[in-house]
């Protein structure tokens, strides 16, 4: 998130006159949000084959949650949508929390198996019936 933050506030200082610079950047912040994207998708299946979803679904909920504030900040910063000085400061605090994001990624995050993914496995055997397995899926070596 750090390469979409800097795109992010580098964009909100271009005036009218750096068309070009303003599409190139814009072009190359937005590829970098995409791949940022794939990396932390990525990350859930590395900590937790088993509950990825679950992982994946609790991410998108609080990004979606963010997505929803977006307008509404928006609105109240943006008094006149011609003034690119209201912009800018939409870009200076969305570039903050891009930054905030990676330094908390930094601190805590890890692609470490993560203990609490164990489990028993349900083995389906004989197309469909079921036999619990009293062992563990993953290896403790893995951990």
Same mark, same amino acid.
């Given at each position: ?11 909100? /200082?271009?005036?009218? @006159? +750096?068309?070009?610079?303003?599409? %190139? ?6 590829? !970098? ?9 990525? +990350? ?6 088993? /509950? %990825? ?6 991410? !998108?909920?609080?990004?979606?949650? /963010? ?15 011609? @003034? ?6 939409? /870009?200076?605090?969305?570039? %903050? ?36 397995? !009293?062992? +563990?899926?993953? +290896?403790?070596?893995?951990?």
């Amino acid at each position: 998130t750090i390469l979409p933050g800097i795109g992010l506030l580098v964009l909100g /200082f271009y005036t009218s @006159d +750096n068309k070009t610079e303003y599409m %190139c950047t814009l072009y190359i912040t937005m590829s !970098s949000i995409i791949a940022t994207n794939h990396g932390y998708t990525l +990350n859930t299946i590395d900590i937790s084959p088993t /509950f %990825c979803g679950t992982l994946r679904g609790i991410t !998108s909920a609080v990004g979606n949650v /963010f997505a929803l504030l977006t307008p509404l900040a928006v609105q109240v910063v943006v008094k006149n949508e011609q @003034d690119p000085r209201e912009w800018r400061t939409i /870009f200076i605090i969305i570039s %903050c929390i891009n930054f905030l994001a990676a330094i908390f990624y930094i601190v805590f995050a890890s692609g470490k198996l993560q203990r609490w993914t164990t489990y028993s496995l349900i083995d389906v055997v004989n197309y469909g019936t079921i036999r619990r397995s !009293s062992k +563990n899926h993953l +290896n403790e070596n893995h951990l």
